[in-house]
């Protein structure tokens, strides 16, 4: 799964540690998340939907074998 999330933080000027305890999670989950090495749950998913403004699919999106 392939994500914007960099692209929607850098829209809103936050830094991973921003974006982390706006969201409650580590700095390391943000970083894993950008790096796409974790896929979130559902619950972080709306999260970050609702924090960005936009729906999910405008957030992430289904890579080919997913």
Not at 9 to 16: E, H
Request: charged residues 25%; without cysteine; proline residues 2%.
């Amino acid at each position: 799964m392939k994500n914007n999330i960099k692209v929607q933080r850098a829209i809103f000027n936050f830094t991973q540690q921003d974006l982390a305890e706006k969201i409650g999670v580590s700095r390391q989950t943000i970083n894993a998340l950008e790096a796409g090495k974790y896929v979130p749950s559902t619950v972080l998913a709306l999260k970050l939907s609702r924090l960005f403004g936009k729906n999910v699919n405008e957030i992430f999106d289904l890579e080919e074998g997913d």
